[in-house]
């Protein structure tokens, strides 16, 4: 693998972080600004809605420079909404601090995807995209629990300025790193949202939001399932999550492996299982070990589903890959919000806090049946092109019969 693509691991270790750390210092945050921690909450729901709209909006603004120069760019407005989170006097320019960097979120894994992607052989596309992504999955091993301590024992805003100061190492690895690819000519804003045309390409954006959505709907609330269900203390949900990161991190690999080799399939085994473990979930979460397990599955089905639903959006949409497979990255935020607001919906009912994962479950399953449908919409079209050029090809010519 390119060692280009380290640079752009960084960037993405970098944005994991800050987008999963505040999670851990909401309480710090809230008791500094003196407001509650719901509404300290809209630092999440802030930043997630960041990366829907920020997606397409930064994608289309880059048509018109390089995309290695865009990544640079989308690299410092991370940097410069971290600086401002950091310093800021009050809640609202804290909110304005988050959403900054969230604006680069989507578009540097979209444009990354695409880079990734043009750094190696058609066959091994997937594995490129995976290990780009190796970097987010790292940051729930690592960067968000070191986060987390550094802003409970020194301080958040330190917490913030380190996050800063990876963007910038980032960055500088990618301005030296990435080779400059030419911007591709003929290539306009008409032309990448012709991509949504492609009922094959929104086919797989459902699959995004449905599919990484069961996984949120259960790591959502697994604070209260943890501490109330299977009876861990507090202090053991920030190991839970690393146990969660871990599995992440193999799937991801895992994904990125497999789909290079059978893109479909990888799909229909991830999203099966990931249905399947969910539902177990409201059973294995009332024992530690079973539940610790299950934690690490969820993680690992999860996230094995992200290099391939990337791959086939980029597939799909060839030609004018950049904005779709930037609003797919805002899709898998759009599930994460989508699965939290029906968890807590089911959860409200009183159903109890291990209600989510069938939500889970079931939006797992939706996802497989939309995969389904794509590939027998995709082997439909095949025959049907067969047979077009069946009709089309001329006639061989009559071999003369042999005289005698």
Not at 37 to 62: C, R, S
Not at 147 to 168: D, P
Not at 194 to 213: D, I, S
Not at 222 to 244: D, H, N, R
Request: charged share 10%; aromatic share 8%; hydrophobic share 55%.
């Amino acid at each position: 693998m390119p060692l280009a693509l380290l640079a752009l691991a960084i960037g993405a270790f970098g944005i994991g972080t800050t987008e999963f750390v505040i999670m851990g210092l909401l309480p710090e945050v809230a008791a500094d600004f003196q407001v509650s921690i719901p509404t300290a909450g809209f630092l999440v729901t802030g930043y997630a809605l960041g990366v829907v709209l920020g997606a397409p909006l930064m994608t289309v603004l880059g048509t018109r420079v390089t995309r290695k120069r865009m990544l640079m760019l989308l690299m410092g407005l991370f940097v410069v909404g971290n600086v401002v989170s950091a310093v800021a006097p009050v809640f609202g320019v804290m909110v304005a601090g988050r959403v900054i960097a969230s604006l680069a979120h989507g578009a540097f894994f979209g444009i990354g995807s695409v880079v990734a992607a043009d750094l190696v052989a058609p066959q091994k596309k997937a594995g490129a995209i995976a290990m780009m992504f190796t970097g987010l999955t790292i940051a729930n091993v690592i960067g968000v629990p070191l986060g987390t301590y550094i802003g409970q024992s020194v301080g958040w805003r330190t917490t913030f300025f380190v996050v800063a100061a990876l963007g910038v190492i980032g960055l500088l690895g990618v301005a030296r790193l990435v080779p400059e690819q030419p911007r591709p000519e003929g290539v306009r804003l008409r032309h990448e949202l012709a991509a949504f045309r492609n009922v094959q390409v929104l086919l797989a954006m459902a699959m995004t939001v449905l599919g990484f959505g069961g996984v949120f709907a259960a790591i959502t609330y697994i604070t209260p399932m943890m501490t109330e269900i299977a009876g861990y203390s507090a202090s053991c949900v920030t190991w839970l999550l690393v146990l969660f990161g871990l599995g992440m991190v193999g799937g991801n690999l895992l994904g990125g492996k497999f789909a290079d080799r059978h893109l479909m399939p990888m799909l229909y085994m991830s999203l099966g299982a990931l249905a399947v473990v969910l539902a177990l979930f409201t059973l294995t979460a009332h024992n530690k070990i079973a539940a610790a397990v299950t934690i690490v599955l969820i993680g690992g089905l999860g996230f094995a589903t992200v290099p391939p639903l990337q791959k086939r959006v980029l597939d799909q949409a060839a030609g004018a890959p950049t904005l779709a497979s930037a609003v797919n990255i805002g899709a898998f935020n759009l599930g994460n919000a989508l699965s939290a607001w029906l968890g807590g919906l089911v959860i409200a009912a009183g159903l109890g806090y291990t209600a989510p994962n069938w939500v889970g479950a079931a939006l797992a399953a939706s996802a497989l049946v939309l995969a389904v449908v794509s590939g027998a919409l995709e082997r439909r079209s095949k025959v049907a092109r067969g047979r077009l050029v069946a009709q089309h090809s001329p006639e061989p010519l009559a071999t003369p019969a042999p005289q005698r």
